[in-house]
Every structure is written in structure tokens, then in C-alpha cells.
């Protein structure tokens, strides 16, 4: 029945949504033109790319912890490594686009929540290298790969944050003056999902971007999206049905945009 309900807001979503074509808002023109539909090649793809390829064929077994499933629910697995890059890591476009939205932006701080095996934190940190990059994790060995990850593209300047995102997260806002680029993933629950934007919301400010995750995962994740959609402090929303970008552009007229990709 899951798959059924996604496939049909798939299909809904790609008769609906647009191209660059009939956008009349000059700045989501220019996102879509110059941005999201930037297929062009670069170097720093291959890199990263390689590093997955590398984690597609690890077959060492560690122990998952995994939070999602409420913030007292502890479910431990072995999963193998190679599992867990083919099953849980961003696919390529939409990590390539993270990267994109970041460099042109040019973020002065990041906040990713679930870091996985750290290749999206790799695309995000390389878009801007003088960005402080905080990526939170709740599984410690997940985590610890990650670090490897890390150390084998010699990038040190990742701050990993190990734990439970509602004990993590309020801190690393706290740290931060204002919120230039959130990447909320990991957690795909409506009830955790409002927590993380609402505790974003005081410190966001007019170049700010959230974007969250598997907004069409389950029924309550699209409600979720709703509620953010219609929240006074939201200006613009593009919905890429994988993912949704949430905008605070002042004097912007309050719009909501389906764009295929």
C-alpha cells in the first residue's frame, strides 16, 4: 500500500510540476535555471563518488543504531557497510544538488541532520570550504565510518556531533548567531520533523535555507510539509518531491513552486 500511495504522488507530482518554463518568480527562475538544473560536469564529483564506490564494495559489519523509530526506541542491527551506502546514502543527483544549493549560497555555517557514511557531508563541506559544517549522527559506528570517510578525502574540519538529534541539536543552534543552511534528514517523522523547524525558526534570516528530506515518505511526512509550507515566516517553497527548500525571502510574494527534476 506504501509503495502504491508513492508512486502515485510520484506520478502526480511529475504531471504537476514544471521546468524552468512558466516560472514568473525572476527568483526561483534563476534557482531553477541556474541552480537545480546545473548538470555540468565537475571534478570534485568523481572524488566523491570514487570514496562511495569504495564503501559500495566494504563488506565489514557494524552495529546500527538506529533512532528514527522515536526518541526512547533503541533498534541495534549488523548491517554491513556496503549495505548500508547502496541503502541509505543520498543517490548521486541529489547529493550533487545539495552541493550546488550550498555553493551558491555560499553558507557561512551548515547544520545536516543524519550523517550516514558522511559522502553528503563531503559534497556539502567541499561546496564551501570555509563553511563551519556541524553533521549530527546518532549511531556511534555509523558515525566512526563516517570519520574514516573523512580522513581519506583529508578533509579535517567537520564537526561530527554524536547522539540523539533532540539532545544534539538545540546546542549546535544555540552555538550559531543565525542558521544559513539546514539539511534536515534522518529522522522521517512528522512530529520530529515541526520540532527541528520550529527550533530553527528564531535564527533563521532573509538568505536562509532548510530543506528537508523525504517529504513524501509517509502520510505524516506530507503533512509535515504542509504545516512548514504554511507557516507566516515561510516566503517560498520548491518542492522536488525527494526533497523540499524552505526560503525566508523578505517582501518575496509567498509562493509554492513543484519543480521536476
Known sequence: MLNFRFAKDYLLHRIRGKSRHGLHSPFVYRLVDEVIYDYKYKDIYNEIESIRTG???DNQVITVTDLGAGSHVNNNKQKKISDIARNALKPPKLAQL??????DLQSRNIIELGTCLGTTSLYLQNAAPNAQLFTLEGCPETAGVAKDVFDKADINSIKQVIGNFDDTLPGVIDGLDQLDFVFVDGNHQKDATLKYFEWCLPKVHENTLLIFDDI????????AWEIIKANPQVTV????????????KRGQVKEDFLIKI
Open 216 to 223: 513524501y515518505w509517509s502520510e505524516g511526512m506530507k503533512e
Open 98 to 103: 545539495l552541493y550546488r544549493l550550498v555553493q
Open 237 to 248: 517553497t520548491v518542492d522536488l518531491f525527494w526533497i523540499g527548500l524552505v526560503y525566508f
Open 55 to 57: 564503501l559500495l564494495s
